[in-house]
């Protein structure tokens, strides 16, 4: 699926559409350049599923974790400032990613070997004031969810 989001105010449906998407997928990964706007949108998928904690990026404390209204757990990370695959390790992520919790992950490319097998991918490209956003559901046998190109 792609998405393309001119203005912020866009990433309210955007948001929504990623969220019925994304199915009961609880790794949702997050790629894109530095400034591609990774955290913002997930600041706006943390709105619309009722976050009552703020938001931040947790480029230095590396995860950060949200509860929602209904009691649901979020844990996000951004790996953007490790140097090994180990770090994380250390950090206990694999606890979380198997915890059954929802992940967002900013940087995934950093820990290649440690994404589970089922994940959602949102691929975010920002090219003259405009975002896209392309979205793949990996780890699925339903044919529906494969990428097309
Ligand atoms: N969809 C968008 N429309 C307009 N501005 C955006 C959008 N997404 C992000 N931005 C702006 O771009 C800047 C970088 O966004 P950020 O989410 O921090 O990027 P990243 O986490 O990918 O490094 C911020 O100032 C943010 O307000
Ligand atoms: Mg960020």
């Known amino acids: 699926m792609e998405l393309i989001a001119s203005h912020l105010s866009d990433l309210v449906l955007i948001a929504r559409q990623i969220i019925d998407f994304a199915g009961d997928y609880k790794i949702w990964i997050i790629k894109g350049d530095l400034g591609a706007g990774k955290t913002t949108l997930i600041k706006y998928l943390c709105d619309e599923m009722d976050v009552v904690d703020s938001v931040s990026s947790p480029t230095f404390s590396l995860i ?3 509860q929602t209204a209904k009691g649901e757990t979020i844990y996000h990370f951004d790996f953007y400032r490790i140097e090994t695959e180990k770090e994380a390790e250390n950090l206990g ?15 995934p490319e950093k820990i290649p070997n440690l994404i589970p097998e089922q994940y959602l991918e949102i691929s975010i490209n920002f090219i003259s004031n405009k975002r896209k956003f392309y ?4 780890g699925s046998e339903d044919i529906r969810d494969r990428a097309v190109d």
Do not use: P
């Open 64 to 66: 950060n974790e949200y």
């Open 93 to 107: 992520s694999e606890e979380y990613f198997y915890s059954g919790e929802f992940c967002f992950v900013e940087w």
């Open 135 to 138: 979205l793949t559901r990996y």
